[in-house]
């Protein structure tokens, strides 16, 4: 590997595996900076594709493509956990590459996760891995009905996932899904979800963000509010268990750790090997945002404050909401004290994250009761 010492400093190339919002926001930071970025992603028009130096539209499996990747940038990221392990296998050829593909694999596959968390002795909710319809009857008995079949691969934001009561409905799900690897999850009566973003470093050092606490519409995430309105106690642990995670992963870069909260205790949901939706506060509220804190991890610079400089709620903008001629964006821009952020994405579907804003206020209540009344005059 031809390996630039660390750190690697302004006016060097990074590069970023995937051009979607979160690719962006990685862009904007490090030419922030000064850095110069190329993005790898097929998609000619993709989000971070628009802000970066070079856009290389390929596929991720791309040998040529990965070559021309490893060979222009001193060190390489992903913004998504679907990114081909072996791609970022081949580029540790070229290149420092973060994090690492054993952990991105972990992460991508939810039967290697919930399987490596409880080997690792992490509470999650009770599950039974789904390889055949054979299997369901079994499974169910571990987790007890209602239950949640999702697939192992490709699963986000709630799809690729049903709601089942009775072993005829987890078979006909499991057949809906094609028959592949699921696994089959309790179905938790939730408090709360919290999720904490941190960073890791090489030397093991690990940045917490504060804890945000999410709320879900449709299995999306909808709105984050931080600081999470929970115990000290409960507060500890998860930002205990979060910097577990990432040293038994021996993770260096950005993640997040997305918990249940159900009868008080934190169960772990999913492991995301990037920055993460709930983290996008940060971008307006802390001192780093998640986004300087990849690029601080990717080039092995000290990682960044992650002090939270106001409370703080952030509200995603779906492409449901462009149904009538697009968003209210003058009721939204009225006020000083929200910051709006785009992706840049031409085609509104519903589902589709649009964008954010992030509602800054001394006091919380007030930064909630804001968010809430905008999210409805969009
Ligand atoms: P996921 O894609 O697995 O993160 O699921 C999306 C959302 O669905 C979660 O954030 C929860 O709101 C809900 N959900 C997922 N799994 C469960 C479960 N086992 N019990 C209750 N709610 C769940």
């Given at each position: 590997m031809s390996s630039k010492p660390l750190p690697i400093l302004p006016g060097a190339t990074l590069g970023i595996l995937g051009g979607g919002q979160l690719g962006r926001m990685f862009t904007i930071a490090a030419r922030t900076m000064g850095y110069k970025v190329m993005v790898l992603d097929p998609d000619f028009a993709s989000p971070a594709g628009q802000m970066a130096d070079v856009h290389l539209q390929a596929d991720y499996t791309d040998h040529g493509a990965l070559k021309q990747l490893g060979a222009a940038c001193a060190a390489v990221t992903t913004e998504f956990e679907n990114v081909p392990a072996a791609s970022l296998i081949e580029l540790t050829n070229h290149c420092r590459v973060s994090p690492g593909a054993e952990s991105v694999a972990i992460a991508q596959d939810r039967s290697h996760e919930k399987t490596w968390l409880r080997e690792h002795g992490f509470a999650t909710a009770p599950f039974a891995l789904v390889d055949s319809e054979a299997d369901l009857d079994a499974a169910l008995a571990v987790t007890g009905a209602p239950a949640l079949l999702k697939v192992s691969r490709f699963g986000y934001d709630g799809k690729g996932q049903a709601r089942v009561g009775t072993l005829e409905e987890a078979r006909a799900a499991y057949r809906e899904f094609g028959g592949q690897p699921c696994v089959l999850e309790g179905f938790v009566q939730l408090e709360l979800e919290v999720s904490v973003v941190?960073?890791?470093?090489?030397?093991?050092?690990?940045?917490?963000?504060?804890?945000?606490?999410?709320?879900?519409?449709?299995?999306?995430?909808?709105?984050?509010?931080?600081?999470?309105?929970?115990?000290?106690?409960?507060?500890?642990?998860?930002?205990?268990?979060?910097?577990?995670?990432?040293?038994?992963?021996?993770?260096?870069?950005?993640?997040?750790?997305?918990?249940?909260?159900?009868?008080?205790?934190?169960?772990?949901?999913?492991?995301?090997?990037?920055?993460?939706?709930?983290?996008?506060?940060?971008?307006?509220?802390?001192?780093?945002?998640?986004?300087?804190?990849?690029?601080?991890?990717?080039?092995?610079?000290?990682?960044?404050?992650?002090?939270?400089?106001?409370?703080?709620?952030?509200?995603?903008?779906?492409?449901?909401?462009?149904?009538?001629?697009?968003?209210?964006?003058?009721?939204?821009?009225?006020?000083g004290n929200i910051k709006l952020h785009l992706y840049g994405k031409e085609a509104a579907r519903p589902g589709r994250k649009m964008g954010h804003f992030n509602v800054l206020d001394a006091d919380l209540p007030a930064a909630l009761a804001l968010a809430e009344k905008m999210r409805a005059a969009l």
């Open positions: 941190l960073a890791r470093s090489d030397a093991g050092e690990c940045a917490l963000f504060p804890i945000a606490e999410n709320r879900h519409d449709n299995g999306i995430l909808d709105v984050s509010i931080v600081p999470a309105r929970v115990s000290d106690t409960l507060a500890r642990q998860a930002r205990e268990m979060a910097c577990a995670v990432a040293d038994k992963l021996g993770y260096v870069g950005v993640m997040a750790v997305e918990f249940f909260v159900a009868g008080g205790q934190l169960m772990i949901n999913e492991i995301a090997p990037r920055p993460h939706n709930s983290g996008h506060y940060t971008l307006d509220a802390c001192v780093t945002d998640q986004f300087e804190q990849q690029v601080r991890a990717l080039c092995g610079l000290p990682l960044g404050d992650t002090r939270l400089l106001s409370p703080v709620a952030m509200v995603n903008i779906l492409g449901n909401r462009w149904h009538n001629g697009g968003p209210n964006w003058d009721a939204l821009l009225a006020h």
